[in-house]
């Protein structure tokens, strides 16, 4: 028993390819056909489709920042309110409006909570619905669990 290495003179190889000329003219046959069929079956049914625009529905008031420093002074859009009554009788005047403007409180982070209390207790009493807090975006390398 010998074994025979190089050219063993005359045997056919075999070919171990794919012959992929089959699959292309099929291929290409699905492509012609798809090509075809496409446009009949897109516009089959005629409609007018609605012209599109851009048009507010209502328009929104004007957001309301109130400022309340550290030693309880209480500023409306940077005015400064001289007392409690005086906020309440601004207060008093976009309460009836329609849309309502949301009261944005801007409380300074050494503040007694008392201050921005009466703020709140002053929005409770004349009826505004929409009141928020605007705090100071954590720094981005100060993040919680970052190094």
């Not at 190889?13 to 012609?32: A, G």
């Not at 798809?34 to 328009?59: A, D, E, G, S």
């Amino acid at each position: 028993m010998a074994m025979q290495l190089g050219d063993s003179g005359g045997e056919d190889e075999v070919v171990s390819t794919i012959n992929t000329t089959p699959l292309v003219d099929v291929m290409l046959v699905l492509l012609i056909i798809f090509l075809i069929t496409i446009p009949v079956v897109t516009h089959t049914v005629p409609v007018k489709l609605p012209q599109q625009r851009n048009q507010p529905l209502h328009t929104t008031p004007q957001n309301i920042n109130i400022s309340v420093t550290k030693a309880g002074d209480i500023f409306w859009n940077q005015t400064l309110v001289p007392d409690q009554k005086t906020l309440i009788a601004d207060l008093v005047k976009i309460a009836p409006v329609q849309p309502q403007p949301t009261i944005e409180i801007r409380g300074d982070g050494g503040a007694p909570y008392k201050f921005i209390g009466e703020v709140l207790y002053a929005c409770q009493r004349v009826g505004i619905l929409h009141v928020g807090f605007i705090t100071q975006p954590p720094a981005l390398g100060s993040a919680a669990g970052g190094g």
